[in-house]
T-cell receptor, first 112, second 111 residues
Framework: DAGVIQSPRHEVTEMGQEVTLRCKPI?????LFWYRQTMMRGLELLIY????????DSGMPEDRFSAKMPNASFSTLKIQPSEPRDSAVYFC??????????FGPGTRLTVL | DAKTTQPPSMDCAEGRAANLPCNHS???????VYWYRQIHSQGPQYIIH???NNETNEMASLIITEDRKSSTLILPHATLRDTAVYYC????????????FGKGTHLIIQP
């Protein structure tokens, strides 16, 4: 199994631009999670899906952030417009049947 | 989820057992203790979890005190590749929700 796949691995963009991060969970997993990691705040849960349905988005910082999961094998996290304070490493994770979570390698986002 | 307390950093000599403590004095009866680690620049990795009995797998052992208010993760023969931040997380068993990460313990394995 290839594990959780995230793309791009690195993204550099300018303030005000739209950013889309992508995630392919492990085949057969029915839960998907988006986390953000910064030096100041550590690892934070942004949103998670069960069976493609968003369950809890209380960790999404503001309306500029949105996430979708159109099918069981794909999810996106979009930031529009992006700001320098959004610079962070964004991790996607998936799990099956409420078991352990498997994390992807992360996307390092830099907003100039 | 119950809150956990871990030392910010620890050193261990290569080849020795690394013992990482975690306090979770407010743990509830239906909450499990999970351990994850994050090697530099990588995503977190699951290590082990348990409810009240000691657990062992190919990566580590987990010792939970009888009152369940604290636990210890044991890496029996630490290698340089075990240098990482180790997170102790308490959560309801079978919970499908996300993980709440604290600051963890930065374990440094010395050659």
């Amino acid at each position: 199994d290839a594990g959780v796949i995230q793309s791009p691995r690195h993204e550099v963009t300018e303030m005000g631009q739209e950013v889309t991060l992508r995630c392919k969970p492990i085949s057969g997993h029915n839960s998907l999670f988006w986390y953000r990691q910064t030096m100041m705040r550590g690892l934070e849960l942004l949103i998670y899906f069960n069976n493609n349905v968003p369950i809890d988005d209380s960790g999404m910082p503001e309306d500029r952030f949105s996430a979708k999961m159109p099918n069981a094998s794909f999810s996106t996290l979009k930031i529009q417009p992006s700001e320098p304070r959004d610079s962070a490493v964004y991790f996607c994770a998936s799990s099956f049947a409420r078991d352990r979570q498997f994390f992807g390698p992360g996307t390092r986002l830099t907003v100039l | 989820d119950a809150k956990t307390t871990q030392p910010p950093s620890m050193d261990c000599a290569e080849g020795r057992a690394a013992n990482l403590p975690c306090n979770h004095s407010t743990i509830s009866g239906n909450e499990y203790v999970y351990w994850y680690r994050q090697i530099h620049s990588q995503g977190p990795q699951y290590i082990i979890h348990g409810l009240k009995n000691n657990e062992t797998n190919e990566m580590a052992s987990l010792i939970i005190t009888e009152d369940r208010k604290s636990s210890t993760l044991i890496l029996p023969h630490a290698t340089l590749r075990d240098t990482a931040v180790y997170y102790c997380i308490v959560r309801v068993g079978g919970g499908a929700d996300g993980l709440t990460f604290g600051k963890g313990t930065h374990l440094i394995i010395q050659p």
